[in-house]
Every structure is written in structure tokens, then in C-alpha cells.
């Protein structure tokens, strides 16, 4: 499974502004991020009028929008739709999930604290909080960080969730095209091909195997 982690804190604490910072961090590390905002109150993304919109009012439950660089769909929901389920389903070609909101999950959780605004640190009452951001001196029993010290959360980070998620990058092409895999599928991929490659003469444990199939069309 993906790691996620999730971000939160209260209304207006800067939960955006930090994970607009952490992002670029773990990727100049090598790691591909995906993010998934929580809204409580719901939303609205289509814009009244456009083509989209006028399809989901005529009564499409399922609206695609695809061009040639991004896919989006709106599906409407009966009910919310887990974090699991939307990993499984869409993020399995990153390394980590960083998720705003959903203080309330399981999931381990980094808190964004600011005293101004009169509430108590989530981390005092909150097992899966293990790190918490702040300006203001906090009492708690996890790390602390400045905001400014991203790159010793991303640190954390890596050496809690990341540690075994670039030992080895398994890419299936397409005609050119990545072919998104959850870490089961990658697993069974790399352990097949490692398996097969070292019964051959010459292995030597190399560090990279590249594999090209090209296939003679049909007649």
C-alpha cells in the first residue's frame, strides 16, 4: 500500500501552505507525490454553463472530461468514498499520498499549529499525530518543527514510510505509455522478472534490467 500520510489542523492554520512545500521537497528526492484534499462541507468544481456541467444536469451520474496531458472524472456519491479506495484506484504509480484533512482517520498525521487561533494541539489528544509544525512553542510529545524546516519533516518523512520505496523502480511501458501499478502487481512484476533473469548465464546482479517486447502486428 501507498503511504499516506495526512496533514491537518485547524481552519486556517496553513495546512495548504505546507504541503505546497513539502511537495517539491520529496520530489527533488526522487519520490512521485499525489495529494487528496478533504472537504467537509462538499464542492463544486464544475463551472455552470460548460459543457460538463450541462451533461451532469441533463442526468449523467458519470462525467469524464480527458484531453491528451489530464483526466478528470465527477461522479456523483451516495456516500463519502474511503481514502483506501481512492489510493487503490487512482494513486498507484506514486510513492507517497499526502492527504489535507481527515484529522479524524487512522492514517498518520502531521499537525500545522497555531496558537493564535485558541485551540489546543491535536497531538495532545491523537496517537497518529507524529510531528507537529508550529511558529509557537507548543508543549508535546512528538517532534516540533518551524515551517521553515521542511526538508527536516521530508527527513522524517523518508526514514518512517519512504525507507524501502526507491530499493528498487519497476516501469511497465506501453508503446511508450507508463502502465499505473499498485505495489501488489509492481511486487509480483519485478520478483517474475528478477526470478526468470537469474537462472541465465551472465547474471550478475546488475542494477538496472531492461525489457523490450515488440510485437509483429496481425496480418
Not at 478528470?72 to 479506495?85: F, G, V
Request: with cysteine; net charge neutral.
Amino acid at each position: 500500500m501507498v503511504p499516506i500520510i495526512c496533514i491537518v489542523g485547524y481552519h486556517k492554520s496553513g495546512k495548504t501552505t505546507f504541503i505546497e512545500a513539502l511537495i517539491p521537497e520529496l520530489k527533488c528526492r526522487g519520490y512521485r507525490v499525489g495529494t487528496i484534499k478533504h472537504d467537509v462541507h462538499g464542492f463544486e468544481i464544475d463551472q455552470e454553463g460548460k459543457d460538463t456541467w450541462r451533461h451532469r444536469k441533463a442526468g449523467s451520474t458519470v462525467v469524464a472530461l480527458s484531453s491528451h496531458a489530464r483526466f478528470a472524472l465527477i461522479k456523483e456519491l451516495n456516500q463519502e468514498i474511503s481514502i483506501e479506495e481512492v489510493v487503490t484506484r487512482f494513486f498507484g504509480d506514486v510513492d507517497i499520498v499526502l492527504v489535507e484533512g481527515f484529522k479524524q482517520s487512522h492514517y498518520p498525521k502531521i499537525e500545522i499549529f497555531r496558537k493564535e487561533l485558541g485551540e489546543p494541539p491535536i497531538a495532545t489528544f491523537s496517537n497518529n499525530v507524529f510531528a507537529v509544525i508550529s511558529e509557537d512553542p507548543v508543549n508535546v510529545d512528538v517532534p516540533l518543527f518551524p515551517l521553515r524546516e521542511v526538508n527536516l519533516v521530508a527527513d522524517l518523512i523518508e526514514q518512517r514510510y519512504l525507507a524501502n520505496r526507491r530499493s528498487s523502480n519497476t516501469t511497465v511501458l506501453f508503446n511508450g505509455k507508463r502502465l499505473p501499478m499498485n505495489d501488489f502487481v509492481t511486487k509480483i512484476v519485478e520478483n517474475t522478472i528478477i526470478g526468470l533473469c537469474s537462472t541465465l548465464r551472465g547474471w550478475n546482479e546488475p542494477s538496472e534490467i531492461v525489457i523490450t517486447i515488440r510485437r509483429r502486428e496481425h496480418q
